[in-house]
């Protein structure tokens, strides 16, 4: 049923329990389905969720500011005496995610799967990135986070340089803190980060570029060279009020994606790969949603499977922010 493949995507990219442990379960209360089996649903409800995370990626596409960044995924590929290190790539923008599968960290395969965006795609100085980033249309901007838990790692080796450098940065998070608090948006975000975080950036540069004997190992050094090779794209949000300072909402994406990593293993395929990218995006977007994952599913695979017919909606119709909308509209007409 319907009910019971909601079910079981719940288990395995909510709570995070993989297939052969589910099956062990199922077994305890009874129910014998071996893992094969289980296999096989997981693969139909992913071709069921694949048309919805196809319009998540329109949607995402066609957005100012796109957020990204991917971790790895180990995969069985057959032949191979040992797993393929695969790559999955989150895509985020405000409430819809978007994980795409990949066997290979190739640039021409991102930039084929990011052909006809354009905007400003925040993302670390990856170079697989750099074709997309070279297109016309196409602006970096670099996630402060990174460079700034360096400077903290760094404090070890230059507790005073790394300490005041890392002032600079906190400085510009506890502005963004604040007026994030406020509810800021649009152009009144954009005077606020211009009138009190600009002359910030403007001194750290300054600072940054004072002349200093360091080693070319040091922690310290290798952080501030990053920080100006990389300072017009690390400060690019200043200006532009879609951008935020930090790429972390893709790291927060991929918290689930590295539990069940770690509980699964590996992928038991590419295609397994594939599946585990779409079901991520669906579960993961559901929950920015604040939605019950389960319910949602159940209502979504009967529209998409068994009462397809029956009730005619597309694709857009079904997204966790339609199911939202439905639930809201219920609320509305309850307390009428």
Partial sequence: TCGFLAWLVTMKFVLLVPLNRIAKLLRRQGIVLPKGTLVRLIDLAAGLAAPIDGVHWKELKARRCLLTDA???KVVIEGLPETWDAILDTFNGDKTVVYQFAL????DEIAALLRGFEGVLMCDAESRLNEVCRREGVVRANCNAHPRRALRDAEASQPILAKEAGRFISRMYAIERKAAAEGLVGGELLVRRQLEIGPIAAAFRVWLEVPRELLPTDPFGKALRYYLRHFEDLTRFIDDANIPIDNNP??????DHARLRLNSLFAGSAEGGRRWAILLGI???????????QSYLTWMFERRGTRKRAYGLTAAELTPAAYKKVLDEGRRQAAA
């Fill in 283 to 293: 579960v993961t977007t559901a929950q920015r949603h604040d939605l019950d994952v």
């Fill in 250 to 255: 893709s790291e927060r994406a991929f918290q």
């Fill in 104 to 107: 290979t960290k190739h640039g």
């Fill in 71 to 73: 971790t790895g995924l």
